[in-house]
């Protein structure tokens, strides 16, 4: 299958390379439905995202056109990921006002994803 982008490849490529039976998760039939998992527990992914096009929220205009971060929080599973956050870009290519908007709506997304996953951090640390 031809990738669409470089990156997309190369990301595809790095996640083959790294989730890896025995490795990164464990597989045996004695689970049932559920032969698989993960040999890491309890990682946080956060996955920022920059698209060209919008509107990829439950009902919005692209809804379903998003293949990256379902993807990417599929994967992330067999690497033990628990908790994922998505904090994206859009409009990119239209390069207007609503570009502007997105980016200082992630940009205080960010900010507040990790104030809150610094203070989950030190209460738990305590």
């Not at 004695?30 to 990682?43: F, Y």
């Not at 956060?46 to 990829?56: N, V």
Request: aromatic share 8%; glycine share 8%.
């Amino acid at each position: 299958m031809e990738c669409a982008t470089q990156w997309s490849c190369r990301l595809k490529a790095w996640f083959d390379q790294v989730v890896r039976v025995n490795k990164t998760f464990t597989f045996d039939l004695a689970r049932g439905d559920r032969p698989l998992e993960p040999v890491l527990s309890s990682k946080t992914v956060i996955a920022l995202t920059a698209c060209g096009e919008f509107g990829f929220g439950s009902g919005e205009l692209n809804e379903g056109g998003d293949h990256l971060v379902p993807h990417l929080r599929s994967v992330s599973r067999y690497l033990g990921m628990s908790e994922f956050h998505h904090v994206g870009v859009e409009y990119q290519e239209f390069a207007d006002h609503r570009h502007e908007a997105s980016k200082a709506a992630a940009s205080r997304s960010v900010r507040d994803l990790g104030a809150r996953l610094a203070s989950l951090a030190a209460s738990e640390a305590a």
